[in-house]
């Protein structure tokens, strides 16, 4: 770690920031970053039994530093992100190698080597095709909206012509979505005296690579795109030893392959999106396995308009339809909340810039009629500078039961403060 | 006779040289200036880029920068193909934007969020919201509809030195205006001012074109200027390394353009 600082400190002495003059094609160093305090507290808090780190979910100070560049002529770049960061509440310090990834475009081809964020899809918040792995215990927490994402080990190769457009990405080693762990957050668990538990994750394998493409082009006026995915589910799947008295808990990622297309494209005054995946549950294919999800389809409406100045409102309609239904209620063990054949929610996002666009409100929320349950996020953000930005948000949890995706974070309600400064 | 023949035909010789000054000595009708003017302001060269710097100041003596690269590329029809890679402030750095503007419909807008390697579509109803937090909108950057407007010559007069047509335009519909008032070069139909009035008649937002320099023989305002009178806040737009008659194609105005800008683009 002190290493690592040093190194830094070392390389940077030499360099300055990128002015005007050298930010032009095939400058060898361009070089940027951040300092980000982020902190958040959970709200109304109950008095006993109260996760590991108390009452702070987040209290962290990083240092990002950004460094890039391009050959002279263009062709081969690199990029490169790495956050340096103290963890206050658990006293202890990492260095989180966010993106780092080599660049070479000939023709129509560009070829992008290393760990990078992948995003496609037209969700706001949602994510149907996009199977690329995420950290939602940072949106619960009130981390800045690109900790959402993580970076994956992987290989883009992507393919450019007038008709269509092809990005194909291989993925060699698997890595889960992170999410909050009872470490810091209340949860619903079921196996809850069950404290045996063994991540499985899958094997480096050749085989057990994930591949992901994405064929798009315009058709009439909207952006169209087909997708295919062949991986894992990135959500954790429980498997206990003995189903009447557990005493071991296995925690497996099953096999996947998605299928799906999306469109977009300005109508009715507005950005209209539509997008659809078929989740094929590849170690469940009969649907009779109740420690593997079933396959579903998963879709999604959405549609966005400006109808004022320095305003959007966006709405989506987002639904998970469960394949052979009788037959995951049929082999459903008793006494274990069962999901519901179509899952449904729905999303608004509200977003009013003001004073020249220096602060900006917004408000993002999810409500599900079928769990009946909700996620509020209310935020104000300041640009005090152009270098320093201050935000602060509230998370709000909510549902009729602790034991939905969202009810189970009822006590998790949090305010969250950071403040960025970008150079 | 003869000789009040004579006196007319010396007086149309005088009268002759001042009224043929401008390309045509027909009197242009209000909706042919301004449409003029959107060709030499909006149009020329049938493709551009220039490196923006514009300064926001707010009335207390505060400064914020926005630093980036734009290109342009006109199609058939009046439709335009825009890109924009953001250099500075640090929160939006590395940011592109792509616009397919249509002469007849509303315009396709998307972003490109880094930070996520997102590539978003961006609701383009309202033209009015303002370009990247300043005193111009997205109106302002790339031209509104010329049949949106009435446009009645109001007088022609010199401004700065510049004969100038005064022209009125009263939007037809509910817009960010009532009136606006535009002062448009004779010889370039540039416009060297506007001025903009609310309901109230009120004069809140001014526009200025402070620098005009010919680049590749295309006049161009180099420096210009939005001020709202009333809160104070002034933004100004500067021009660097601009250039005509680009080799673009308008195929290279896609997404990867947006995912991974070429090089020669964004200097």
């Excluded at chain 1, 062709?75 to 103290?86: I, S, V």
């Excluded at chain 1, 009130?142 to 457009?165: H, I, N, Q, V």
């Amino acid at each position: 770690m002190k290493r690592a600082w040093i190194l830094a400190a070392l390389f940077l002495f030499q360099c300055r920031p990128a002015g005007a003059a050298d930010s032009a094609a095939g400058s060898a160093l361009d070089w940027h970053g951040s300092v980000l305090a982020n902190y958040a507290t959970r709200l109304g808090t109950t008095r006993h039994e109260k996760p590991a780190s108390g009452d702070f979910l987040l209290g962290e100070e990083r240092l990002q530093l950004q460094l890039s560049g391009t050959a002279p002529g263009g062709g081969p770049g690199y990029f490169a992100k790495t956050d340096f960061l103290r963890d206050e509440t658990n006293s202890q310090s990492a260095v989180d190698v966010r993106e780092a990834y080599l660049t070479y475009a000939r023709g129509s081809l560009d070829f992008r080597a290393g760990r990078q964020v992948h995003t496609w899809g037209v969700g706001d918040l949602l994510f149907i095709n996009d199977l690329f792995p995420k950290n939602y215990a940072a949106l619960f927490s009130g981390r800045p909206m690109e900790y959402l994402k993580t970076g994956a080990g992987s290989l883009k190769t992507s393919f450019y012509s007038d008709k269509a457009s092809l990005d194909i990405i291989a993925i060699p080693v698997f890595e889960p979505d992170q999410f909050p762990t009872s470490q810091s957050f209340f949860l619903f668990d079921p196996f809850s005296q069950v404290t045996n538990r063994v991540e499985a994750k899958p094997r480096h394998d050749l085989d057990n690579a994930e591949l992901a493409a994405r064929l798009y082009r315009p058709i009439l006026g909207f952006d169209a795109a087909l997708y295919a995915y062949r991986g894992f589910f990135r959500t954790p799947s429980m498997e206990p030893d003995s189903m009447t008295a557990p005493t071991k808990l296995t925690i497996v990622y099953p096999r996947l392959a998605v299928y799906g297309a999306s469109l977009q494209g300005n109508a009715v005054g507005g950005v209209l999106s539509f997008e659809a995946g078929f989740y094929d549950s590849r170690q469940d294919i009969a649907g009779t396995n109740p420690l593997i999800p079933n396959s579903q389809t998963r879709f999604l409406a959405g549609y966005q308009r400006s109808p004022w100045a320095d305003f959007t409102a966006g709405l989506q309609y987002y639904g998970e339809y469960m394949h052979k239904y009788n037959r995951y209620e049929a082999s459903f063990p008793a006494g274990l909340p069962k999901q519901d054949r179509l899952r449904q929610l729905l999303t608004l996002r509200l977003t009013q810039f003001l004073k020249y666009q220096t602060w900006k409100l917004s408000l993002f929320s999810f409500w599900s009629p079928t769990d009946k349950d909700f996620y509020l996020i209310p935020e104000a953000a300041c640009h005090v500078t152009d270098e320093l930005t201050a935000t602060v948000g509230v998370n709000v949890f909510g549902g009729a039961n602790n034991n939905t995706f969202l009810g189970q974070l009822d006590k998790n309600d949090n305010i969250y403060l950071s403040m960025r400064y970008e150079f | 006779m003869t000789k009040i023949i004579l006196q007319l035909m010396i007086a149309a010789a005088l009268l002759a040289p001042a009224s043929a000054a401008p390309a045509t000595a027909q009197p242009m009708d209000a909706a042919g200036i301004v449409g003029k003017m959107q060709q030499a302001f909006f149009y020329p060269g049938d493709s551009f880029r220039a490196r923006i710097k514009m300064t926001l100041k707010d009335i207390s003596g505060g400064e914020r920068f926005r630093e980036l690269t734009m290109l342009r590329v006109n199609m058939p029809g009046g439709d335009q193909k825009y890109f924009m890679y953001f250099h500075a402030p640090g929160d939006v750095r590395r940011m592109a934007f792509l616009v397919y503007k249509y002469a007849a419909k509303e315009s396709d807008r998307w972003l490109f969020i880094p930070a996520l390697n997102l590539v978003q579509r961006i609701a383009a109803k309202d033209s009015q919201s303002s370009f990247v937090g300043s005193d111009f909108s997205y109106e302002d950057v790339s031209g509104r509809n010329i049949e949106a407007d009435t446009h009645k010559l109001l007088r022609e007069e010199e401004l700065g030195g510049k004969a100038c047509y005064v022209v009125e335009s009263m939007p037809k519909a509910a817009a960010a205006y009532k009136r606006k008032v535009s002062w448009i070069d004779k010889t370039t139909f540039l416009p060297l001012r506007e001025e903009y009035y609310d309901v109230q008649n009120q004069l809140f937002r001014e526009f200025s074109a402070e620098e005009i320099k010919e680049v590749d023989g295309v006049p161009t305002a180099m420096k210009r200027s939005m001020k709202n009178v009333k809160s104070g806040h002034q933004t100004v737009v500067e021009f660097s390394d601009t250039k005509y008659r680009l080799a673009l194609k308008a195929g290279d105005f896609s997404e990867r353009a947006l995912r991974n800008p070429p090089g020669s683009w964004i200097k």
